[in-house]
């Protein structure tokens, strides 16, 4: 790789499974594009941050996708789906709903980076209440919770907006939901102040 070579960051993941995990492969693969004195950036996202050269993106993306990882915009983007362990199993907990919330949404761009969490059962290790947007799968139905602010001393959980949805439905409201923040909401404008300023009620009736 050339040193002159202008490089992009991307962020990486082993996608939607049973706990956020690598192989050896993808580790290697990852290891092929960084020099020795590189570091790799590890998010609260469950994400990893790596520079590539941008006149290779395309190929490298390929090549990553290949031994099955995932790759995600970084920036202003609705972030790759946080999600819990599924220790009870994938259809139990819901992974194929999980694994279509993060084709659907991650990776849209937005006024402020959007954090969605998932998880399988009301023990909550996928933690949706700290999340923008937030799903917890209770039962064979999914509850939506939205709007949490994480950060500061005034920090809240965010706060149940429907409950008892089937999956179709909650595909379409969060979609409303996020297609809203990005016409609507302002530069770098968080999802929680953008909430708080069109109003629960606009919210529930997006
Ligand atoms: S939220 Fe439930 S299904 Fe998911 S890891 Fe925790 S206990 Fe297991």
Not at 83 to 92: A, L, P, Q, S, V
Not at 127 to 139: A, H, R, Y
Request: glycine content about 10%; some cysteine; aromatic content about 10%.
């Amino acid at each position: 790789m050339g040193s002159d070579d202008k490089k992009i960051k991307i962020a990486v993941n082993g996608g939607i499974g049973f706990g956020s995990k690598l192989n050896a492969n993808q580790l290697l693969t990852i290891s092929k594009y960084m020099d020795a004195n590189e570091e790799l950036e590890l998010t609260t996202f469950q994400q990893l941050y790596i520079e590539i050269p941008e006149n290779k993106k395309v190929e490298i993306i390929q090549e990553f996708k290949h031994v099955g990882l995932s790759c995600y915009p970084v920036g202003n983007y609705v972030k790759s789906l946080r999600t819990c362990n599924f220790c009870k199993g994938e259809e139990r907990e819901g992974m194929p709903v999980a694994k279509e919330l993060n084709k659907r949404f991650a990776g849209k761009q937005v006024p402020f980076t959007l954090k969605m969490a998932y998880t399988g059962c009301p023990i909550g290790c996928g933690e949706p209440m700290v999340s923008d947007i937030g799903v917890l799968k209770f039962k064979d139905q999914y509850n939506l919770y939205v709007g949490e602010k994480g950060k500061g001393f005034d920090a809240e959980v965010g706060m149940l907006l429907k409950e008892n949805l089937e999956p179709e439905e909650l595909y379409v409201i969060i979609e409303r939901i996020i297609d809203s923040y990005a016409q609507l909401g302002k530069k770098r404008e968080t999802f929680f102040k953008f909430w708080r300023r069109i109003g629960k009620d606009e919210l529930v009736n997006i």
